[in-house]
């Protein structure tokens, strides 16, 4: 098994190597963490990682991104994104992600252009092929590369490598924008991303649940959690504390989907 991850992480350098220099999308997940890692042990300063930054991004997730590429040693800019300017992304439909992905790889574009750097990757792997990603056309219409999948990693054998090369990311869940949160067909607005933010900072801090979404479905939250989380919710004191905040926030009715946390649950 370890010979397996070796060669593996050896193919993903030697990818990288045949390259110049490269930006990398990096969003501080388990994807564009090992992305990073290996760009820079191949390239070292030739590599840059860059990270949006919108109101749909939770603040945390951009602290960790900016504490894991400073551990990496790469290279990181933090650019902003101007989705919420977009009519098309506000009005939330099921492609939604198209046009967050084609302001942020337009964006990436224009950063190559300035610091002639003619290859851009991010962190799509094989196993994101079988999902509904409208995201993958936006990346393809500004040619960017998907290493993983040339390499043909699936997502345990980016968990694999990631352990391997010891990153705190390895075992990490992962962790979508704000925006996904949001049934189809309710508008995106930043009051909705703040409050959803703060939700699942409260339940967090109430409960030390790793896998969390707060799902806002016009005002009802339907909260999520890991099948093997469910059970930190059984305390009526905490049941009690999270109804009340989440009111307070907006929320009108708080409900618990019990069989628990899956990925595209908002895609059925």
């Not at 098994?1 to 050896?10: E, P, V």
């Not at 090369?165 to 990490?172: I, K, V």
């Not at 504390?241 to 708080?254: A, M, P, V």
Request: glycine residues 4%.
């Amino acid at each position: 098994m370890q010979s397996i991850i070796t060669s593996k992480l050896q193919e993903l350098e030697s990818w990288f190597k045949s390259f110049d220099s490269v930006i990398i999308a990096f969003s501080g997940g388990v994807d564009s963490t090992l992305l990073a890692k290996a760009a820079f042990m191949s390239l070292g300063k030739r590599a840059i990682a860059v990270t949006a930054d919108s109101p749909s991004i939770p603040r945390s997730e951009l602290k960790n991104a900016q504490s894991l590429a400073k551990s990496i040693g790469i290279e990181h800019l933090i650019v902003n994104t101007n989705e919420m300017d977009n009519p098309d992304y506000l009005k939330n439909s099921s492609n939604r992600c198209y046009y967050c992905k084609s302001e942020l790889f337009s964006t990436l574009s224009d950063i190559s252009k300035e610091k002639n750097i003619k290859v851009i990757v991010d962190g799509t792997n094989l196993d994101d092929l079988s999902d509904f990603r409208p995201g993958l056309v936006a990346a393809d219409e500004n040619k960017i590369l998907h290493p993983f999948v040339d390499l043909e990693f699936t997502k345990v054998d980016i968990r694999n490598i990631s352990k391997h090369l010891q990153l705190p990311t390895a075992d990490r869940p992962s962790a979508p924008c704000l925006s996904s949160r949001v049934a189809y067909g309710q508008p995106i607005t930043l009051k909705t991303l703040s409050k959803i933010e703060r939700a699942e900072a409260l339940i967090k801090e109430l409960t030390g649940i790793e896998i969390l979404r707060v799902r806002d479905h016009n005002n009802i939250a339907r909260i999520e959690v890991g099948k093997n989380e469910r059970s930190l919710l059984f305390n009526e004191l905490i049941m009690d504390k999270i109804d009340q905040e989440l009111k307070d926030l907006g929320f009108k009715y708080i409900t618990l989907e019990l069989s628990g946390y899956k990925s595209g649950n908002l895609n059925k």
